[in-house]
Nanobody
Framework: VQLQAYGGGLVQAGGSLRLSCSASGLNFSNHGKGWFRQFPGKEREFVGVMRKGSTSTYYAESVKGRFTISRGNANNRVYLQMNRLTPEDTAVYYC?????????????????????WGQGTLVTVSS
């Protein structure tokens, strides 16, 4: 199983980026699909999730209304659309997948819930 996140880069404050995560060896349809980010010297933090077997999405308060998770229709990919970016969004972003089912929502907030991780992609937002 391999996840690969890409699409990071340098963007000005107020701009947008779309991150992509491709999966090989697993079917995203059967997995919860999470996005996390990590600031230097900090623990990895929850950004958002699309729950297993659903298109329902949930987001951290810090990104709600600005970030959107979606799935590709014909490919095994998930996307994180990030709008109105601020310098505080500068971080390494990770996609992750979990095959665990019947999870309460708060379980998705924990990195330990996810068995599979992409390698991370750096997003830098300049002021």
């Amino acid at each position: 199983v391999q996840l690969q996140a890409y699409g990071g880069g340098l963007v000005q404050a107020g701009g947008s980026l779309r991150l992509s995560c491709s999966a090989s060896g697993l079917n995203f349809s059967n997995h919860g699909k999470g996005w996390f980010r990590q600031f230097p010297g900090k623990e990895r933090e929850f950004v958002g999730v699309m729950r297993k077997g659903s298109t329902s999405t949930y987001y951290a308060e810090s990104v709600k209304g600005r970030f959107t998770i979606s799935r590709g229709n014909a490919n095994n990919r998930v996307y994180l659309q990030m709008n109105r970016l601020t310098p505080e969004d500068t971080a390494v972003y990770y996609c992750a997948a979990t095959g665990m089912g019947n999870l309460i929502l708060s379980s998705y907030y924990r990195p330990s819930t996810y068995a599979y991780w992409g390698q991370g992609t750096l997003v830098t937002v300049s002021s």
